[in-house]
């Protein structure tokens, strides 16, 4: 079954987080993932007007999604968007309906 990364952020400096934008794209691929929403137009509809960029990322299963995320070269990428470049959220969330 399939699983998503969902990313919310709010950038106070684009040109260090393209630093790792620049590195994620190949992280992504090599563990099977496909980028279905980064960044675009955006309308918020409920909640908080905080965050700026979304972004959601199709794994083939959840373990590919956490076997990314766990990954020593995306450690070491999302050290670009740290430390006051932005604020970010992430989840991984297994796909497919558990609403019961």
């Known amino acids: 079954m399939a699983a998503y990364w969902i ?3 709010k950038l ?3 040109e260090e987080y393209k ?3 620049d590195l994620v794209p190949e992280i992504i691929k090599k563990y099977n993932g ?3 929403v980064r960044g675009g137009n955006h309308e918020h509809l409920e ?3 905080y965050f700026q ?3 959601v990322i ?3 299963t959840y373990e590919d999604a956490i076997a990314c995320h766990r990954s020593p070269e995306y450690q070491k990428a999302r050290l670009f968007r740290l430390n ?3 604020d970010n959220e992430l989840v991984i969330v297994e796909g497919g309906d558990s609403t019961g």
């Open 47 to 49: 909640g908080s007007l």
């Open 7 to 9: 990313a919310r952020s």
């Open 53 to 55: 960029r979304h972004v």
């Open 12 to 14: 106070y400096d684009p």
């Open 34 to 36: 496909k980028v279905l």
């Open 19 to 21: 630093r790792y934008t």
């Open 58 to 60: 199709e794994f083939p």
């Open 84 to 86: 006051g470049v932005g």
